[in-house]
């Protein structure tokens, strides 16, 4: 008899537990937009650069901005207005606690106890009103530093500056479609595979698979099953699965093929 060589294809390894196809994806991809209006100021980071979450990674020019809050921090810094109230306050409650006393001695008309209490209530809503001025210009301060803050353009990921689309001096426009920047998340990555429906129900999520990146990357890695596709497609009769695999480091590139098996 002739003995041919066997043919393993990727849906038969699936079945028999070997290793199988799969290709190792970038967490996501993010472009870095700018909430407000503004020309580009300056850039903190270049093509190639790693950047952590809520980094600095840009800045709009912020003049008006911040005078805006040096405004503010000085307005919510004046108390004159609030001790001037305080003081009525103090004076007219002497003067009403006095003719309450005069009157029941009969030195003085009810007439006059009645104005003097009638004082000392104007100068508690005084008060009250320099008391709410306060707590105005406090809040116009916290406005101020939000409207500042959106001058600044943090990373919303930890991940890889991969493309620079704008400049420092560039117009950054509500209706401008290019970001500033683009950077991909790498850190944990996507390993996407397919399976065919003879697998349908064993793989579980939080299963463990292990994933051997091709050469140069090369390498054992231990990865999660993170999701698992509810639907199968019926023309081919796969069905997706996701693994999440972590990438202390950036060791491993995202775009890479690679074997895994479970």
Request: proline share 5%; glycine share 6%.
């Amino acid at each position: 008899l002739l003995l041919l060589p066997a043919v393993t294809c990727p849906l038969a390894a699936a079945q028999s537990g070997q290793e199988i196809d799969c290709v190792i994806e970038a967490r996501q991809i993010v472009d870095v937009l700018s909430a407000s209006e503004g020309i580009i100021d300056r850039l903190y980071v270049q093509r190639g650069d790693k950047v952590k979450k809520i980094q600095l990674i840009a800045t709009l020019s912020s003049g008006p901005e911040r005078a805006a809050l040096d405004l503010a921090r000085s307005r919510a810094a004046m108390v004159g207005e609030l001790r001037s109230a305080e003081a009525r306050v103090d004076l007219a409650k002497k003067k009403w606690l006095r003719a309450q006393e005069l009157e029941k001695k009969n030195f003085v008309s009810v007439n006059a106890r009645d104005e003097a209490q009638a004082e000392y209530r104007l100068a508690l809503e005084q008060l009250r009103a320099a008391t709410e001025n306060r707590r105005l210009a406090e809040l116009d301060v916290k406005r101020a530093e939000e409207v500042l803050a959106q001058r600044s353009i943090r990373s919303p990921v930890n991940g890889v500056v991969v493309e620079v689309m704008l400049r420092p001096g560039d117009l950054m426009s509500s209706n401008q479609k290019d970001p500033i920047m683009k950077l991909v998340e790498v850190d944990p990555l996507n390993v996407e595979l397919v399976l065919p429906v003879s697998q349908f129900g064993k793989i579980k999520v939080g299963q463990s698979a292990i994933v051997l990146p091709e050469e140069p990357v090369g390498g054992k890695h231990v990865a999660r099953v993170e999701i698992v596709d509810p639907v199968v497609d019926a023309a081919s009769g796969t069905f997706g699965v996701r693994l999440r695999l972590a990438n202390p480091g950036n060791r491993i590139p995202a775009g890479v093929k690679c074997r895994a098996h479970f």
